[in-house]
């Protein structure tokens, strides 16, 4: 599932001044990252890299700080905080508007019980602060609804992986877009989409809608900042809490072209905001949707399963969208919070299926939650998991550290993979440093590794890499390795 993995190392880090690294792009590989200028040995490239989304599976929800991820080998006496407890009535200023949140639950489809927590526990208040000013206070109501939709049952035996083989006879890109085209045709039905409020999701299915979920209530915020700055028309030099420097990044197709190198966007290693954090960089990322169906099959039914309960519980009303104008009254945005939940009065007119790339800003301007839960955007959202994520790995790595869950840090997923490489990670709480292991020459490619593959001969490296990232590796030392020469 997750791809590659943080580590700490406890090496100090230089931060040389200037941009350490662009990115180019090549036929076969991709955006991948090159050193600007010569590099000392632990030059910090990107600086804090923030995530983006992520998911701390379900077995070690209780175990784990949702906001430092600290774990202590299962014990959980350090952790003295739980959701929103312990905030009162009044909870941080909300990270995207600035405005004081008063706590709102405005849940679809049954109520959680008054047990049902929202999977969040924190080491002490500073964390639980930390979390809820970032991700805004709606998200806890969120999570606990989620968490409400929890099948309680003793979950059924998980699907066993149809063999490689013969499922890439079986599955192709139409028949996984037919079975997303019957979803959609599906919605259209404002009663089936009732009846999606009261689906029960799998600890699995609920671990990856808490993940969607996130990632689109980021983009959520993003939206309402934007739609704020439009509103108030600031002065141009402001720059918003979530922007980056990274300008227009190619995208993971078009970027390409058959006459190699093109790109070069200078990153920089910032500290104090959190680079590359928007929807546009994340939908960017390369999609594993069909190797990773194509690999496991049944991960097709828990994916629209999850779109579905999201869709049934924060989506819009499910009036088809041509039959329908859209809405002319929208209410304001709200002075105490950014979300406009299901069951306000904007909740009428149909889902409009955006571009998962793009801005979807409602026709009257208020951004609304709903209108961002479309089978485009999970869809991205499900795709990039696979290839493009860190698993969150119990920390100081040994033989037997636990993977929490998983984490996409969007800037970081342009670091192509090498046998053997020159750029190590640092997992920071819940953010990962990326430090040179050598000096490094100007303009060579930056790259780390995907898994433990350094000490495996070339035949093992490449099936590790194809089985479990989905590519067949082409850095430097497995071209010199290849058995079969210069065919590659
Ligand atoms: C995490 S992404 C890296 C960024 C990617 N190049 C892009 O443009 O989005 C992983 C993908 O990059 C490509 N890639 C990374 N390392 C590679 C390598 N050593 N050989 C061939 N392709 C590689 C593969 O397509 C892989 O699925």
């Known amino acids: 599932m997750s791809v590659h993995d943080a580590t700490t190392a406890s090496a100090s880090s230089t931060t040389p001044p200037g941009p350490l690294l662009h ?23 990107l600086g804090s ?28 006496s350090f952790l003295t905080r739980r959701d929103d407890e312990g905030l009162g009535e009044h909870v941080p200023p909300d990270a995207s508007t600035g405005t004081q949140n008063v706590r709102q639950n405005a849940p679809r489809g049954p109520k ?30 969120l999570l606990r609804q989620l968490e409400g939709a929890r099948r309680k049952a003793r979950p059924k035996p998980q699907p066993q992986p149809v063999p490689r083989g013969d499922a890439e006879r ?21 009663k089936e989409v009732r009846k999606w409020r009261d689906i029960q999701l799998d600890d699995y299915e609920t671990d990856m809608a808490r993940y969607v979920l996130l990632a689109f209530l980021r983009y959520h915020r993003e939206r309402c900042e934007r739609h704020a700055d439009e509103v108030q028309s600031p002065p141009l030099t402001g720059r918003p809490p979530y922007s980056c420097t990274l300008g227009r990044l190619p995208s993971y197709q078009s970027g390409v072209r058959p006459d190699g190198l093109l790109d070069t966007n200078p990153i920089e290693a910032k500290e104090g905001y959190e680079q590359g954090s928007e929807w546009s960089t994340f939908a960017s990322l390369q999609s594993n949707e069909l190797s990773l169906l194509r690999a496991c ?19 819009r009303s499910s009036v088809a969208a041509d039959s329908v104008p859209a809405p002319s009254r929208r209410p304001p ?4 919070s950014p979300l406009k939940l299901p069951g306000s009065t904007a909740d009428v007119g149909g889902p409009r299926e ?26 991205t959202a499900l795709g990039i998991d696979p290839g493009n994520s860190f698993g969150v790995w119990e920390v100081p790595l040994m033989d037997e550290s636990e993977c929490l869950g998983f984490a ?3 800037i970081a997923s342009f670091f192509n993979h090498h046998c053997s490489p020159n750029v190590r990670k640092e997992r920071e709480g819940r953010t990962l440093r990326f430090l040179t292991t050598r000096t490094v020459e100007e303009g060579e490619e930056l790259c780390i590794s995907y898994g433990h593959v350094e000490g495996m001969d070339w035949a093992t490296r490449q099936q590790e890499l194809l089985e479990g990232w989905y590519f067949s590796c082409r850095c430097s030392r497995c071209k010199s390795e290849d058995p079969r020469g210069a065919q590659t």
């Open 170 to 190: 079986e599955l192709t890109q139409e028949a996984v877009d037919r079975v997303w085209d019957a979803v959609r045709e599906r919605e259209r039905s404002p």
């Open 112 to 141: 959680p019980t008054s047990t049902t927590g929202a999977g969040l526990w924190f080491c002490d208040a500073a964390c639980q602060r930390s979390w809820i000013a970032r991700e805004g206070a709606d998200a806890v109501g």
């Open 49 to 76: 890299c923030a995530p983006f989304s992520y998911t701390i599976w379900k077995r070690f929800r209780n175990e784990v700080c949702a906001e430092c991820w600290r774990y202590d080998r299962g014990r959980r």
């Open 333 to 336: 945005l709200s002075a105490s």
């Open 354 to 379: 955006k571009p998962a790339g793009g801005d979807s800003a409602t026709e009257n301007g208020t951004p609304e939650l709903g209108d961002i839960i479309t089978v485009a955007g999970v869809r």
């Open 297 to 315: 099959p049944e991960i097709l039914e828990h994916q629209t399963r999850v779109y579905q309960l999201l869709r049934g519980r924060f989506g």
């Open 408 to 410: 996409v840090y969007p």
């Open 23 to 45: 990115i180019r792009t090549d036929p076969y590989a991709g955006r991948k990252y090159h050193a600007t200028s010569p590099l000392p040995e632990n030059a910090d490239l």
